[in-house]
């Protein structure tokens, strides 16, 4: 199953900014030590931010650990990114399980 995370960015130059959110990005949960997931995006996202704007960013996410609860509440970006090849969420499992 997949989830969803939103993050806000915001411009605050006079020019137009391109973002890229990285297939693999990490998202990891605020709740530490609560048995919750950190999830990584499902796929590459780019898009482009207007200048003094701020946009809200759905990004679609698949769960890193199998045997941890789902992922809930709110999510800090990290600086890990998954570097490895996957396509579904049995894929992303099989990968952190040789990590």
């Given amino acids: 199953m ?3 995370t939103e ?5 605050t130059s006079h ?9 693999g990005q ?20 780019i898009f482009d931010l207007q200048p003094n704007s701020t946009q809200v960013v759905q990004i679609e996410v698949l769960c890193i ?11 800090n970006i990290t600086n890990y990114v998954v570097n490895k090849e996957f396509h579904t969420q049995e894929d992303l499992w099989s990968v952190m399980n040789k990590v």
Avoid: H, M
Wanted: charged share 30%.
């Fill in 65 to 75: 650990n199998q045997k941890l609860k789902s992922p809930e509440g709110l999510l």
């Fill in 7 to 11: 993050i806000t960015i915001k411009n």
């Fill in 26 to 45: 990490v998202f990891e949960n605020k709740k530490v030590g609560t048995g919750l997931q950190n999830v990584a995006a499902a796929k590459d996202y």
């Fill in 15 to 23: 020019s137009k900014v391109r973002c890229k959110v990285k297939k």
């Fill in 2 to 4: 997949a989830w969803t």
